[in-house]
């Protein structure tokens, strides 16, 4: 099966899990909280950091668009929550320049055709195809013409929809993520052997993306499931009001998670062969001395 490079990483079976912390819109629209989260995710050793582009005109209905929301701020109109909490130049040219100060390699899920267009100007290594525009085809075509490597998350999908999908993105740079798009997912809707499913039956490499309380799924996605990319949204804190704030790890969890999927590794690398390691020699003379 063949791997996808990602900047400067290979991504596939047989290599290290490429684990991405999802800021998404957790950053509030606010650029200094947004630099505090990949300090975050470099800290605890993350391989990238993962934004959300929308044009909110195009993601707010005309009826919906005064319908008052609960926000971080207080009740705000739909449309002007939307369009507080989304980045555009000035911001992203900042985060550019944060990330490659940093180390560490950014990218986003583009919501819509012009997010494309706005997000092709900083080069990204890859594109995220978000579980909810996996089915909008414009958008597939769209993030496709970029020929860039593709991760694509199927929550809400079912396999025929996920086939109508990789019938356009099919390529040795599509990877596909597991996923079920419940905040938070419980414990009987993870599924995780269909990471397995959908590696036999599309033969891409496939990871995990997780939106579960604590980090057990997603250890085990790596260690029995063999998920090459895990993916989880990271906060700063969970209490706060916002779509994604409560089903995200805050920054001790995403240390544990990157410890845990390391640790993981190196467990599932050991050897098949029954053998008495040099370390029992001790324990032999002492037990059966």
């Not at 267009?117 to 085809?137: H, R, T, W």
């Not at 993030?143 to 996920?162: F, H, K, N, Q, Y």
């Not at 779509?243 to 969890?253: L, Y």
């Amino acid at each position: 099966m063949h791997t996808v490079r990602v900047g400067n990483r290979e991504v596939g079976e047989g290599k290290p899990c490429f684990i991405i912390a999802e800021i998404g819109i957790n950053h509030d629209g606010d650029v200094d909280v947004a630099k505090r989260l990949i300090d975050v995710a470099v800290s605890a050793g993350c391989d990238a950091v993962k934004f959300q582009k929308r044009t909110p005109d195009l993601h707010v209905a005309p009826d919906k668009r005064d319908v008052l929301r609960d926000t971080p701020w207080g009740e705000m109109r739909t449309i002007d929550y939307r369009e507080r909490i989304e980045f555009g130049h000035a911001e992203y040219d900042d985060i550019n320049e944060y990330c490659l100060q940093r180390g560490i390699l950014w990218f986003a899920s583009p919501w819509d055709v012009p997010s494309v267009d706005f997000l092709e100007q900083y080069n990204p290594p890859c594109y995220k195809i978000a579980s909810a525009g996996m089915v909008n085809k414009a958008l597939r075509c769209a993030v496709w013409a970029a020929r860039r490597p593709v991760i694509m998350s199927t929550g809400m999908a079912t396999l025929a929809d996920i086939d109508e999908a990789y019938d356009d993105l099919a390529s040795d740079r599509l990877t596909l993520l597991h996923c079920t798009s419940n905040y938070p997912t419980t414990d009987d809707e993870i599924d995780l052997p269909v990471i397995e499913t959908l590696r036999q039956r599309y033969r891409v490499p496939v990871g995990y993306s997780g939106h579960e309380v604590g980090l057990l799924p997603s250890v085990l996605s790596v260690a029995a499931w063999r998920a090459c990319i895990v993916e989880r949204h990271v906060t700063l804190d969970r209490g706060r009001k916002g779509s994604d704030h409560g089903a995200s790890i805050e920054p001790h969890g995403l240390h544990l998670l990157v410890r845990d999927i390391r640790r993981a590794e190196r467990l599932r690398e050991g050897g098949w062969n029954k053998r008495v390691h040099a370390s029992e020699a001790a324990q032999i003379k002492r037990l059966r001395g």
